[in-house]
């Protein structure tokens, strides 16, 4: 399942190497607006497989963010497992195999942990390290399930627990934000779902640019408290 907001520079490779590497697996497309060729793009694809789809939010009207975009897509799913990963080829596709691997084996959340991370400045470093700390602290004061990368943006669930989970939290789900699997584990009792890592390394972004900002960051905080 891949989010999109202008990810033309990306997109095109990223689904020709799914395609290739994973003949036969479905992948749907959820875009959250993009002014860029991203969905011309994503069309061309549509017509060579019918294993592709489209979910075009902006056509529908429906709420924009990165947490909503995944949503809509994990539930517009039709398989039983779903892996969720960013469009921008910093979430490296080899790792699908081992994520699907897991979730066969009785896992029913998966996540890629960052093992290193790329071409990120030393403030960004320094924020990321401060929010995560007081992710950490917000899910052991609730007692809710936890994992060594509560940010990552590239994670596999259970289809079915993930849309139970959101249907009975919806206030909790922060739709605009971008940390849609830390509120998925702050809806969680820790120890009550068999969770599984795999670590990857976080390429740098070769295309488009990052959509975090001040906007997302105060999503973030609202995660925090609901």
Known sequence: MLPTLNESGAIGTLIGRITADYPG?????????????????????????????????????????????????????????????????????????????????????????????????????????????????????????????????YFGVDRKLFANTYRQNRSRFVLEGYKVLFDFLKCMKRGTVKLDTVPFDFQTRKTGRSKAGMAQALALLRSFLT
């Open 25 to 153: 697996a479905e992948i749907v497309v959820v875009d959250d607006g993009s002014t860029d060729r991203t969905l011309s793009i994503v069309r061309q694809w549509v017509r060579k497989s019918k294993k592709i789809r489209i979910v075009d939010r902006k056509r529908f009207g429906l709420k924009k963010g990165l947490a909503a975009s995944v949503i809509e897509g994990i539930l517009d799913s039709r398989t039983k497992f779903v892996i969720a990963m960013d469009a921008d080829m910093q979430h490296p596709p080899e790792v699908i195999a081992k994520m699907a691997a897991m979730l066969r084996n009785r896992s029913v959340v998966v996540v890629a942990t960052r093992a290193t991370v790329e071409g990120w400045a030393l403030h960004r470093k320094i924020i990321s390290k401060v929010l995560i700390w007081i992710g950490y602290l917000v899910l052991a004061v609730r007692g809710s399930e936890t994992c060594p990368d509560i940010f990552s943006g």
